[in-house]
């Protein structure tokens, strides 16, 4: 399977910086660094941040921590974050705290059921008047 594909947007004024870190390593030295100006967004493939590793005490993944400004938050992503979400939105509230919200990709299901339905029940529909057609023209 491919890898997907998730948005992050920054809502704030300030910028955001999201760095990837991996547990065995020193707490200054990070994988990747992805940075967000105030008020934009980045196409992100989370594929790109699995750097986890089997160790002995399991399977260790990389944390993605959230920077505003080069000061750390105390929000951190996991790689399967990103996966589950199709956007993330990062935005900063009226007490100065960064507040990260993930929004699923959603598809109307019940829609599709009802098109589904009505094309069935036409092609049924059809079928119906072709036999009787073709059995009166006997």
């Known amino acids: 399977m491919g890898a997907k594909l998730t948005v992050i947007e920054n809502k704030s004024n300030n ?77 900063i509230n009226e007490d100065g705290l960064l507040v990260v919200q993930g929004i699923k990709a959603t598809f109307d299901f019940c829609r599709f059921k009802f098109t589904l339905f009505l094309f069935l029940l036409l092609n049924i529909f059809d079928t119906i008047s072709c036999y009787w057609k073709h059995v009166l023209a006997f």
């Open 15 to 91: 910028d955001i910086e999201i760095r990837v870190w991996v547990p065995p390593a020193r707490p200054d030295k990070f994988q990747s660094i992805i940075r967000i100006k105030a008020g934009s967004w980045k196409e992100v493939k989370s594929k790109a941040f699995s750097f986890g590793h089997l160790s002995p005490e399991g399977l260790v993944s990389s944390l993605l921590m959230i920077y505003v400004d080069g000061v750390y938050t105390g929000n951190y992503l996991l790689p399967l974050h990103l996966t589950k979400y199709a956007k993330v939105i990062c935005d």
